[in-house]
């Protein structure tokens, strides 16, 4: 059983920067890519950054150029790196690891860490 904890939110002034963490417990056979999503309340959740096994990265255009999602597979921990942070990236952000879709169809989500960019 895959548990993620995330970790690195908080409150920081716009233009500013924070580092999120997101690392993994239990086997992490069969899990393939490694996302970050955010979610603001009434609104969807979205995609934020995804990092497959092998450092293919894919971001939101809302934060290209912003944001840096990393991989240390040996310590089974995933990064986003923030930078010029605005007020409208505020939201829950959400680790989540994906099924490699041959041996493991599930998915895993972490319990969230908040930021807030205040203006």
């Known amino acids: 059983q895959v548990q993620l904890v995330e970790s690195g939110g908080g409150l920081v002034q716009a233009g500013g920067t924070l580092r999120l963490s997101c690392t993994a417990s239990?086997?992490?056979?069969?899990?393939?890519?490694m996302d970050w999503y955010r979610q603001v309340p009434g609104q969807p959740r979205e995609l934020v950054a995804r990092?497959?096994?092998?450092?293919?990265?894919n971001y939101a255009d809302s934060v290209k150029g912003r944001f840096t999602i990393s991989r240390d597979n040996a310590k089974n921990t995933v990064y986003l790196q923030m930078n010029s942070l605005r007020p409208e990236d505020t939201a829950y952000y959400y680790c989540?690891?994906?099924?490699?879709?041959?041996?493991?169809?599930?998915?895993?989500w972490g319990q969230g860490t908040h930021v807030t960019v205040s203006s």
């Open positions: 990092i497959t096994m092998n450092g293919i990265t």
């Open positions: 989540h690891a994906e099924g490699d879709k041959y041996v493991n169809f599930d998915d895993y």
């Open positions: 239990g086997s992490m056979y069969g899990i393939g890519s």
